[in-house]
């Protein structure tokens, strides 16, 4: 069970406030993402079920409370905490569905200090797990045919982020994952080959393969580039020719030009009469170099991508947020610079090629054939339906990757759509953003 104090302080302060005032009323607080990184011209949605997951186990313990006193908790504020539990509602867009700027990922409707106290956790597991999502995908699409292995865990920024980056890339496409532990907890196909440590204990490359190869049965995947790749190539394909395993076997290669290199295996193992032997190629991979290896032509069947997918190095984070947007039955906004909310609880609706309309909840879809993105998820503090299952995820994942426009696919410039607000939203922002400077202004009182 993941800490109620996972959380930061002001969120804890704000819930005592509320529940020593008892302010008890329904909020509904909007997760979103303000603006996509240049680079990005869609999201993934990702991370909903370790919040739901959090959402359900949400208690103080007493060590938690213990604690909380030694940093300035009075004793009526932790007897208030002591019974909090999750009781609210949630309601989300699925795992796996494409998403954009300004439109709720999820929105939680709850009991105002109950609802504050988990924006922290909410925000962590969501940005994380989309941006890592988000990610893997675009190295999927610029993978073509190219079967892709997710092997980011020694280089992820933490132990939950490389379980997730193993889960969400097979979420989108990958075939599998080296991360053994992810695997097992996810039902995830194992990939591994064996490393220049392993050659290097060896008398000789040769002795290295066949050694291998006789230990390990069906995984004969040859590492060739531990002294001359070519070399290798030819040491593999003794092992291969003197064990029988030329309709199993593969050679990887980990270094150097890679299309240049596969070129040349490629061209040693047909001539050697191995043209079902597959290349397999890893080393410093991202959609960038994948898109480039598609472009040269290069006889590739499968690379493994680690580092840069599971750090996202090129756009590591989400400018995500998550705002209050009504309470007590009162529609809310913020006007701050830059920052300006929308109001009101929300519905997102699809129509066919990714068309989105953000209204108000409640409203009617605008057209016959728009589909509502924001579903029930939590009822009363527990979830609604069993576990989604990761392959559903992966279908979802597949049918908005086939809509997405070629603008929004575009790896370096892509063109993102600007978010329609219905005309029912944006007569409820300009009433509350005329109630919100009203307020500002003192001109409406708050009570207590």
């Known amino acids: 069970m993941a800490s109620p104090l996972l959380t930061d302080l002001y969120g804890l302060n704000m819930a005592a406030s ?11 607080f909007s997760l979103f993402v303000r603006q996509l990184p240049s680079s990005r011209g869609f999201l993934v949605a990702a991370g909903l079920d370790d919040c739901l997951d959090h959402l359900e186990q949400f208690c103080f313990a007493a060590d938690d409370l213990d604690y909380l006193a030694t940093i300035g908790f009075d ?6 905490l002591v019974r909090v539990r999750f009781t609210g509602e949630v309601r989300a867009v699925p795992e796996g569905r494409i998403v954009f700027a300004n439109e709720p990922l999820l929105e939680v409707t709850a009991p105002i200090a109950e609802a504050q106290l988990v924006e922290s956790f909410l ?3 969501v940005t994380m797990q989309t941006t890592l999502a988000s990610k893997a995908a675009r190295c999927v699409m610029a993978a073509g045919t190219i079967d892709l292995v997710e092997f980011g865990f020694r280089r992820a920024q933490g132990i939950d982020a490389g379980l997730a980056a193993a889960r969400l890339a097979v979420m989108v496409g990958f075939s599998g994952t080296s991360n053994v532990e992810a695997a097992r907890r996810f039902g995830l196909r194992p990939v591994g080959t064996m490393a220049h440590s392993y050659i290097e204990a060896f008398p000789s490359e040769l002795d290295a393969f066949r050694s291998f190869a006789q230990d390990r049965t069906g995984q004969s995947t040859f590492l060739v580039d531990t002294y001359d790749t070519l070399e290798g190539v030819g040491h593999a394909i003794e092992a291969i020719r003197s064990l029988g395993l030329e309709r199993e076997a593969a050679i990887r290669i980990d270094s150097g030009d890679l299309a240049a290199m596969s070129r040349r295996a ?16 890893s080393g410093g991979l991202d959609e960038f170099a994948l898109r480039d290896l598609v472009a040269s032509r290069a006889p590739i069947d499968a690379a493994g991508v680690g580092t840069r997918m599971a750090t996202a190095a090129d756009a590591p984070y989400l400018d995500t947020a998550y705002k209050l947007v009504t309470y007590d039955g009162r529609a809310v906004v913020k006007l701050s610079e830059d920052k300006v909310t929308l109001p009101g609880a929300k519905q997102v609706y699809r129509r066919p090629g990714l068309n989105d309309t953000v209204c108000l909840r409640g409203e009617p879809p ?11 998820v939590m009822e009363g503090g527990q979830r609604v339906g069993p576990r989604d299952p990761l392959p559903a995820a992966r279908a979802r994942f597949q049918r908005d990757r086939d809509a997405l426009a070629p603008g929004l696919r575009d790896l370096a410039r892509p063109v993102g759509p600007e ?3 219905s005309a029912s939203l944006q007569a409820l922002e300009h009433e509350a953003r005329r109630e919100a400077r009203a307020r500002g202004r003192g001109g409406v009182g708050t009570g207590g």
């Open 75 to 80: 004793a009526a504020a932790l007897d208030a």
């Open 419 to 421: 978010p329609v607000l």
């Open 18 to 28: 509320y529940l020593g005032r008892g302010m008890d009323r329904d909020a509904t």
């Open 366 to 376: 605008p057209t016959a054939d728009s589909e509502a993105l924001l579903a029930v």
């Open 266 to 281: 490629r061209s040693i193992l047909d001539d050697d009469g191995l043209p079902e032997v597959r290349i397999f190629v």
């Open 123 to 125: 925000l962590n597991q």
